[in-house]
């Protein structure tokens, strides 16, 4: 998802989670009239969305969006159930989220599995995370949670490839991996599961519907186990358009949410600065994909209350060559900045947050030992605008990359409060 052609990942070697989602997108040529009246759409709205932090996002919006919805949804979806606000904690910050009340669904990040199917608990990260998830403050946070009425959840992680492709292509490992999880349920007060498994890259066929076997299996063993069993992937944002590991529409009948990972397309490594989850195209044509494209091909085979929109409580920092907008950084210079970083920034160095319109998303230049640096991120108006995508378009919620990135202030869960 960002410049250098990258897929999105959580990273357990650091203190984010990194999406790394490959950027080969559609020519705007190739896109025709439907790109026409999208731009026409964006124009409307970057015209107008200074006014007020109410998001112009409305129904006719959403019709230039999802061509299969644009005959049928004359008027702004009616809500029956309560948005799912998912809040990805992980471990490391597990001793420091607050339990905020627009929360509805924790997932433990998380329990990493190896090629043969069981839980990993020897290399130093993995053992971070499956000690903490059995840890006192995690257990107190867990009950806690329960008895307001939150979900409590685990993920399931695999991240590098070749160890996904040799557990996909062994039903024995998989058989060991059910008995295991089957045996978690039984003896674990959990409320649901997320299955993280990314592979970056495109894939072959047979890996391709290895996975959504896996998943078929999945989900049919462990709902006879706990038939109220929250069943939930993550996604790369451009899963839809591209042929990666998920075959979406042969996936979604097995599971309730899937967590569409729309952020770091501009992280640490990029080449220019730029927002960590742009709604819409660049004017300025700096950036070739963003939130709004990689969504239609999901609404035009999936449920929307079936999606979860993925929101970063954190941005990327960067020395640039420039104080503007979009200024090309210097390599090796990126890292990550949590919103908590950013509001301590402005605090302590009395810097003005300002505004990039072509992005719609806030950021910060200041100067430190004589070196610009620049701060891309999200606040509660760019948030704003998001939630009304999802609350125009249908889709099920948010997900959270990461509760704890927030620090103290209720800025953000305030937005999420009115508008979920």
């Given at each position: ?13 650091s ?81 420091d ?8 669904h ?6 990493p ?21 059995h ?6 946070m ?45 003896t ?35 709902k ?51 927002p960590?989850a ?46 503007e ?10 890292g ?7 509001q ?77």
């Amino acid at each position: 998802m960002t410049n250098n052609q990258t897929e999105p990942h959580h990273n357990n070697t650091s203190i984010h989670r990194t999406s790394v989602i490959g950027l080969r997108v559609l020519s705007l040529t190739a896109l025709g009239l439907g790109s026409f009246l999208l731009a026409i759409g964006v124009k409307l709205f970057r015209d107008t969305f200074t006014k007020s932090l109410v998001s112009p996002v409305d129904i006719s919006w959403y019709s230039t969006v999802s061509t299969s919805s644009a005959t049928t949804i004359k008027t702004p979806v009616v809500r029956k159930e309560k948005n799912i606000v998912y809040g990805f904690l992980p471990y490391w910050n597990a001793k420091d989220i607050q339990l905020h009340p627009e929360i509805t669904h924790i997932g433990y990040f998380s329990l990493p599995i190896d090629r043969n199917g069981k839980f990993t608990t020897t290399s130093d990260e993995a053992t971070s995370g499956w000690k903490a998830y059995h840890s006192d403050p995690v257990e107190r946070m867990r009950i806690r949670a329960q008895e307001n009425g939150q979900k409590f959840e685990i993920l399931i992680t695999m991240m590098d490839a070749d160890e996904i492709s040799a557990f996909l292509m062994n039903k024995k490992a998989q058989e060991q991996f059910f008995s295991q999880i089957k045996t978690f349920i039984k003896t674990q007060p959990i409320d649901g599961i997320n299955i993280d498994i990314e592979y970056a890259g495109t894939v072959d066929p047979t890996i391709r519907s290895a996975y959504t076997t896996f998943i078929a299996n999945f989900s049919s063993q462990v709902k006879r186990v706990q038939p109220s069993l929250h069943i939930s992937i993550d996604v790369f944002a451009d899963s839809a358009l591209k042929n990666r590991i998920w075959d979406i529409a042969a996936i979604e009948p097995h599971i309730d949410h899937i967590v569409i990972m729309t952020y770091d397309f501009f992280r640490s490594s990029s080449s220019q600065s730029g927002p960590v989850a742009p709604l819409f195209g660049s004017e300025k044509n700096r950036w070739d994909v963003d939130i709004v494209k990689t969504l239609k091909p999901f609404f035009d085979i999936v449920p929307p209350n079936k999606l979860l929109l993925g929101i970063p409580f954190y941005g990327y920092e960067w020395q640039t060559v420039s104080a503007e907008p979009g200024a090309f950084t210097y390599p090796k210079s990126g890292g990550i900045a949590t919103y908590k970083r950013v509001q301590k920034l402005i605090q302590d160095l009395q810097i003005r947050e300002q505004w990039d319109k072509d992005a719609m998303s806030p950021f910060l230049t200041y100067t430190e030992r004589g070196n610009i640096q620049t701060i891309y991120y999200e606040n509660s108006k760019s948030l704003s605008y998001k939630l009304d995508l999802v609350n125009e378009s249908g889709m099920g919620g948010i997900a959270i990359w990461a509760l704890g990135y927030e620090g103290k202030t209720r800025e953000l869960w305030d937005v999420i409060g009115r508008k979920m």
